[in-house]
């Protein structure tokens, strides 16, 4: 790393001390012209050199410049070009400063000026990728989990709903810059009932900075709402109603009312999905608890319904031009049930073991989140921001199960109990001042704390008396994580082209169990680790650019992986957490480069203790398969992606994002050493086109490459989708018609024990046949913007301010 950077700053350097040219612009009423857009033309033929904006006070400036003669114009909206004298650069002249041009009002003023410009669906920005999430037809009654499935490098695994970002699973979720500290199941499970219609962005930040918390080795996927601005009262009302093997159904409506110092707003949302999964496996497999090596042949079917209710209201108030205070509330009431049928057969030597069993899982969850902020401008360069945050998860589930299978631990009639109670206190601060015109820092300090209480377990009805079926099959759980952060970004404005950000997050960690049925159970540890971070960004002119970076992540295992439950999968394994997990360490090294509105990144990463998905282990109760998180020794990747917008026609524009990769990882809890490299790739692409008649289209997919994860090996898949959009007019919406998976292609094959033996002689087949494989699924959406804009009025109290605050 330090040779690489050694390299760049002596570029940079000399850079600087080539040529330079700056100046200021301003109005004819004195004041500064922010973002002015500031030319440099060669005199000899008046082509264009370079070109640069304005900064807040109207200066700008050039450097890297070759020996010639030139001149300088200036362009604003509403006033005349202005153009400087000539000038000559040169070994005796290498700087020039063309002092303040004033720009004059344009002769003739329109009385509004309406722009209409398409945001790029992808762009970049520091630490990642971001998504225009309304750009997609498909997005209108779609939930955040569909969307993001859709998003490019993202990959959600539909069995488990685990989230890989690039191809590396350990992605944190935030929603607003606010982290879901909640098992990953419960927050996948939070994204899959909320509405996507009331989403404005995705940010997908594989190498965030400073700022940002460490957690998380994939990087993190921060989604971001809408801000209502308008001033009145303004809102939309959106309905949804869709069928695939069954039906789906939503609705939203939200409000605000803004009146310039106060502004009010509040939502409901309404989601209901029923699905349908199937699960196909078979192969041989050593379970003792059933008498040895077996050949077995197994059928899942899974029928899902799920059931939302969404709340939130919130309130701003300004207390002065500078200071605003608010505070936002939020609850999302779910009810889930899952219906089971699974049958299948175990061929032992002298025997056929034939399984059949009905499940049936009824969850209740209620997650929610307070906040309260205060924003203040303290001067013309410095800005501090409070934020107090609550969050709250309860999950209360049980799962029934009818068996004939009474050949193992478990009984004929079984039930699995899962109850948590999960609560997050979050404090920060955050402080920037600009400390001089080319210089800017950015600081913050932050405390976590989190107290989570769980009882899961299986249980045994006998002689009509529910009772546990012993170690290793139920627990009791009590656990506490504590966590302070502070952070320090100074950002260099060496010149106009080059910007260099470095910093630092420093985060001590304490997570410890203050109960545990199970002493194996029993956490403490501590984690105190500097997180350095770097960012060099070079201009090379007025839409190019390069960017290079450095940081460090940490995953931190969740509670739930810590063994917070036992739940039952089949008559011989359980799935469970690993006490005995590691935090992962992770280091990225990221070269950037955009080329107008192209996107090309390529990035190195290195993980010291990556945490594997679900494994085949041996646990406490001998013979029986725990299913349970662990960690292999190390990770590499290498991957590049691009993102490539193309603009046929004025009615047709494609985006495609094309990811390669080179993995290699290392396992060593297998009983024997597993190595392994391998290459992948996939492509994610929209084609979007504008039709007569207020009609436009879009036709959307992915295909993601076979790899590996650990000894599984997994097949290739991908996915057609179709949306259809009309513009009704005169107010009245638009009504949307979306398909999903048009061809009924998505279907996910995997082979486990394909490179190593594992502990119990694994060589099995698994395919899963998600709800649209075979049929696609169909959603009609109407969408109707509501409200009554209050009229500008001029005030002598301020008033022109606040407006130009809107």
Known sequence: ??????????????????????????????????????????NTDSTFTRSVLSNDAGEFIFSGISKDLYFISIK?????????????????????????????????????????????????????????????ILTKGSTVMQVLARSPGVLVDVQTGAISLNGKSGVMLMIDGKLLRMPAAQANALLAGMQADNIDKIELLSTPPAKYDADGNAGLINIVTKKNKKRGMSGSVSVSAGYGRGEKLSGDANVTYNAGKLSLNGEYGYYRSK???????????????????????????WKPTANSHNFGAGADYRLSTKTTIGGRFYVSKSAGQNKGHNFGNYLLPDSNLVFDSQLLGNTHST?????????????????????????????????????????????????????????????????????????????????????????????????????????????????????????????????????????????????????????????????????????????????????????ERITRPSFNDLASYVSYNDPVSVFTGNPALKPTITRNLKLGYQLHDYVLNLVYSHDTNPILGVQALTGP????????????????????????????????????????????????????????GYTSWSVNFTESFKLPKSFSAELSGNYYSSGYDSNLKIGGNGVINLGLKKELGNQNGTLQLSVADVFGTSFFRSHMGTLVTDSFNSNVHVQYRPESNGRPIFRLSYTRPLGISVKKQERKDGGNEERSRM
């Not at 760049?8 to 973002?35: D, E, H, Y």
């Not at 699905?275 to 079917?301: C, D, R, S, W």
């Not at 490539?644 to 024997?672: C, D, T």
């Open 275 to 301: 699905g349908y999964g199937l699960l196909l496996a078979e192969g041989t497999e050593n379970v003792p608890l059933i008498g040895g090596q077996t050949e077995f042949h197994y059928n899942g079917q």
């Open 76 to 136: 604003s909206l509403g006033y005349q070009t202005v153009r400087s004298v000539v000038f000559q650069l040169d070994d005796a002249h290498p700087t020039y400063n063309t002092g303040t041009l004033t720009l004059q009002p344009a002769d003739r003023q329109l009385s509004e000026v309406v722009i209409r410009a398409s945001k790029p669906v992808v762009r970049q920005q520091e630490g990642g990728l971001v998504v225009d999430a309304q750009a997609s």
């Open 621 to 676: 109760t001998e013979g029986l398969v725990y299913l349970k998180p662990a960690n292999a020794d190390w990770q590499r990747n290498l991957t590049l992606q691009a993102v490539i917008p193309v603009k046929v026609a004025s009615w047709w524009e494609m985006n495609y994002s094309l990811l390669a990769g080179w993995h290699q990882y290392r396992v060593s809890f297998f009983p024997s050493l597993l190595q392994k």
């Open 367 to 551: 997650y929610s989140h307070q906040n309260a902020y205060l924003q203040s401008i303290l001067s013309a360069a410095q800005q501090l921001s409070i934020d107090l945050d609550h969050f709250g998860h309860q999950n209360n589930g049980i799962t029934s199960v009818q068996s004939n299978f009474s050949n193992s631990l478990f009984a004929p009639t079984q039930r699995s109990l899962a109850n948590s109670n999960i609560n997050v206190w979050v404090a920060k601060a955050d402080y920037s001042d600009a400390l001089s015109k080319s210089l800017k820092l950015e600081s913050g300090v932050k405390g976590t704390f989190t107290s989570s209480k769980s009882v899961a377990g299986i249980e045994n009805l006998v002689n009509g008396q529910w009772q546990p079926i012993g170690a290793g099959t139920s627990n009791d759980l009590g656990t506490r994580e504590n966590i302070l952060a502070a952070y320090t970004t100074l950002a260099l404005q060496v010149d106009s082209l080059t910007k260099i950000s470095a910093g630092g997050r420093y985060e001590y960690s304490h997570n410890y169990t203050s109960h545990s049925l199970n002493a194996e159970f029993a956490v403490d540890r501590k984690v105190k680790k500097l997180f350095p971070s770097i960012f060099i960004t070079r201009k090379l002119n007025a839409t190019d650019e390069l960017q290079l970076s450095y940081t």
């Open 1 to 42: 790393m330090k040779p690489i950077i050694t390299t760049i700053m002596a570029l940079l350097v000399t850079c600087s001390a080539m040529a330079q040219v700056s100046g200021r612009a301003q109005t004819s009423g004195g004041q500064a012209a922010s973002f002015a857009t500031v030319t440099l033309h060669s």
